[in-house]
């Protein structure tokens, strides 16, 4: 995932990272408040350095972390943490995610036939990094401590954004003929 770093306490955060060849904690925000369940990632590269100080890194998710204290003492926000408990077991829910997931790639122009499988991760990380969900969504689904349920929610947000391509398509199809529908003979 790239990151353009602009504020201060993140500039320091990254610095310190890249001198220490350590991790830091990605953790969601809203209205409601900072989630206790974050995704740890690792700096893989600085694309640009800026004389003061900004930058654009790329950085890759590396495992589910749960804060359990908040502690002071930098200029950005620093906590403990211990992994978050999870049970990997799947049943019959790999292949209607894999279906849904190949239909929504070849919609986008992606690699439908990437395998997925493959990777070491868990398939709905792996999916939730290819897939554009929305914050939110994808925070509320890292909130699901069991593959299953990641995957089943998954399998909602695949199939709503096929409806909304689909709907897409249909409205551009339209815009093409001005609007107008074609009557039946």
Known sequence: ??????????????ADCLEQEDEFLLVFTDEEGTRELGCAARVEEV????????????????NVLQVTEITRG???TTGLV?????????????????????????AGGGDAEEDLLAAAEPLSYVIMAR???PAAEKQRVLELRDESGR???????????????????????????NGKVPHGD
């Open 47 to 62: 694309l640009d350095q800026f004389d003061d100080g900004r930058m654009n890194v790329v950085v890759a998710g590396t």
């Open 1 to 14: 995932m790239p990151l353009h770093i602009f504020e201060e306490r993140y500039k320091r955060l990254i």
């Open 82 to 106: 211990e992994p978050a408990p999870e049970d990997l077991s799947v049943a019959e829910e790999t292949g209607p995610v894999l279906d849904l997931y190949r239909q929504i790639a070849a």
């Open 131 to 133: 897939v554009d969900f």
């Open 74 to 76: 930098r200029q950005y």
């Open 151 to 177: 995957l089943m929610a998954i399998v909602d947000l695949l199939a709503r954004g096929l409806q909304a391509l689909a709907q897409i398509e249909e409205i551009r199809e339209r815009a093409q003929t």
